[in-house]
């Protein structure tokens, strides 16, 4: 209870959820429940009875926190057979008000959203936006050091995976890797088994990275050419062959490499080295607006991770084609939908 600030505001929570019907909340004793008891217990004047409502009030709505959770009010439940179980946290995601629902119990969130189902009352109030958003959890989830990380476990979601081993190949620290793990564990997006840990929803990781993923990060530098984007594109991959830079194409000009239907208008590339020396081989001409060329400064190499060959030319691999493509409205969302279903679905 200490962990969400104490009685008041989860007590507050609860007549917010009720604040539309004429039912009084007051609090009851946990004593008179026995030993051990729940965080906190309410009663819900009714208009023909009293509603016992049993609270476990934890400091994160992720679904391994509320299973937890869940299954205690359900020990609960056991012992009180007309009592009903609350799952409180400052913010509850729709897959953990999901797992509320199958399991008969309620769930009210900090943030305003609520469903409760008891007796012949039936409140539901959704939509309202994290305001309790941690963001050094999310900076951990998604840093740049992280993201290599995620890279390895996106491409092999059922590779089983140590954690000195995938800290190894991803060239990151223990603790890093540990962290990682810890916040996929917490979202149930890892699962163990004797071989180790692997990665059992990766739909909705690539869903959430992407959400977060900020491509400001990256260096962009924009350019006009005469040539045509095909020989922009030969000339970018045979000039970082001789110089021995690293590089891979990008957004809609991978996308075009893996599905032939693609149109794009611009080059785009990845490159590991002076963009100066590439734009004087490659006499590109920086503009304002206009551009038809841009090669980006990586804010990680971790961008390269997983490049595919392809007709001769290295383009980013299917996750990072993604996560770069979802980001342009339009074409490039209707690519990364595409690239999805029929590139990375069936690779995993």
């Known amino acids: 209870?200490?962990?969400?600030?104490?009685?008041?505001?989860?007590?507050?929570?609860?007549?917010?959820?009720?604040?539309?019907?004429?039912?009084?909340?007051?609090?009851?004793?946990?004593?008179?429940?026995?030993?051990?008891?729940?965080?906190?217990?309410?009663?819900?004047?009714?208009?023909?009875?009293q509603q016992l409502l049993l609270i476990e009030a934890k400091s994160s709505g992720q679904p391994r926190i509320a299973r937890a959770a869940i299954n205690q009010l359900l020990v609960w439940k056991s012992r009180i057979p007309d009592a009903y179980g609350v799952f409180v946290a400052p913010y509850i995601t729709p897959r953990t008000a999901e797992m509320c629902r199958q399991a008969g119990v309620g769930c009210i969130d900090l943030a305003g959203n609520c469903r409760l189902d008891f007796a012949n009352v039936y409140i539901q109030k959704q939509g309202n936006p994290n305001k309790f958003a941690r963001k050094?959890?999310?900076?951990?989830?998604?840093?740049?050091?992280?993201?290599?990380?995620?890279?390895?476990?996106?491409?092999?979601?059922?590779?089983?995976?140590?954690?000195?081993?995938?800290?190894?190949?991803?060239?990151?620290?223990?603790?890093?890797?540990?962290?990682?793990?810890?916040?996929?564990?917490?979202?149930?997006?890892?699962?163990?088994?004797?071989?180790?840990?692997?990665?059992?929803?990766?739909?909705?990781?690539?869903?959430?990275?992407?959400?977060y993923y900020d491509p400001r990060r990256h260096t962009v530098r924009e350019f006009y050419s005469l040539e045509p984007l095909a020989r922009i594109e030969a000339l970018l991959g045979r000039t970082c062959g001789q110089a021995g830079i690293t590089y891979a194409l990008a957004g809609l000009s991978a996308a075009a490499r893996i599905a032939p239907a693609v149109r794009y208008q611009r080059a785009t590339a990845y490159v590991g080295a002076s963009v100066e020396f590439l734009a004087k081989e490659l006499a590109l001409r920086q503009v304002s607006s206009g551009a038809n060329v841009a090669l980006i400064s990586p804010y990680d190499e971790g961008v390269f991770y997983g490049s595919w060959e392809v007709e001769g030319l290295t383009i980013t691999s299917p996750i990072q084609t993604y996560l770069d493509l979802i980001q342009l409205r339009g074409r490039g969302e209707e690519a990364a939908a595409a690239l999805l279903d029929e590139v990375i679905k069936p690779q995993w």
């Open 1 to 49: 209870m200490k962990d969400i600030c104490g009685e008041q505001p989860v007590i507050a929570a609860v007549a917010d959820c009720l604040a539309d019907t004429s039912f009084t909340v007051t609090q009851r004793s946990e004593s008179a429940l026995g030993a051990p008891c729940p965080d906190l217990a309410l009663n819900v004047g009714l208009p023909d009875r």
């Open 136 to 211: 050094r959890d999310l900076r951990s989830l998604y840093s740049p050091k992280a993201g290599r990380v995620l890279r390895l476990m996106l491409a092999a979601p059922g590779r089983r995976w140590k954690i000195a081993n995938l800290a190894r190949e991803a060239g990151v620290s223990l603790g890093q890797t540990f962290n990682v793990k810890q916040r996929l564990a917490d979202r149930e997006w890892i699962r163990l088994d004797a071989d180790g840990f692997y990665l059992a929803d990766p739909e909705a990781l690539l869903a959430d990275w992407a959400t």
